[in-house]
Nanobody, 123 residues
Framework: QVQFVESGGGLVQPGGSLRLSCLAPRFNLDYYSIAWFRQLPGKERERVSCIKISDGSTHHGNSVKGRFTISRDMTKNTVYLQMNRLELEDTAIYYC????????????????WGQGTQVTVSS
């Protein structure tokens, strides 16, 4: 059962931008924290950014701070990840996930996951 619908991934050159969307078609996001994770083959999922829906507070990983921005539009029950100044190292599958437990890095604390969207940064 699909919990999230992710979109916006694709192929972009270094220095370019993409905006990822995470729509929750089946439940209200109001009481959750929503995070974007990314994963490379054979590696663990890394939390990139997170937003607490109730107050809009955000967290960004050191590798993306100043380049990525996470935001929410509750009229659309959607969370976005604006990714600017993309680098080759940003290439990965990006997943959104929801937790009741507040923004954290432990993937086991996230209750719902999307199917992932591929982001490829290449010249």
């Amino acid at each position: 059962q699909v919990q999230f619908v992710e979109s916006g991934g694709g192929l972009v050159q270094p220095g370019g931008s993409l905006r990822l969307s995470c729509l929750a078609p089946r439940f209200n996001l109001d009481y959750y924290s929503i995070a974007w994770f990314r994963q490379l083959p054979g590696k663990e999922r890394e939390r990139v950014s997170c937003i607490k829906i109730s107050d809009g507070s955000t967290h960004h990983g050191n590798s993306v701070k100043g380049r990525f921005t996470i935001s929410r539009d509750m009229t659309k029950n959607t969370v976005y990840l604006q990714m600017n100044r993309l680098e080759l190292e940003d290439t990965a599958i990006y997943y959104c996930a929801a937790t009741f437990h507040g923004c954290q890095s432990d993937t086991s604390r996230y209750n719902y996951w999307g199917q992932g969207t591929q982001v490829t940064v290449s010249s």
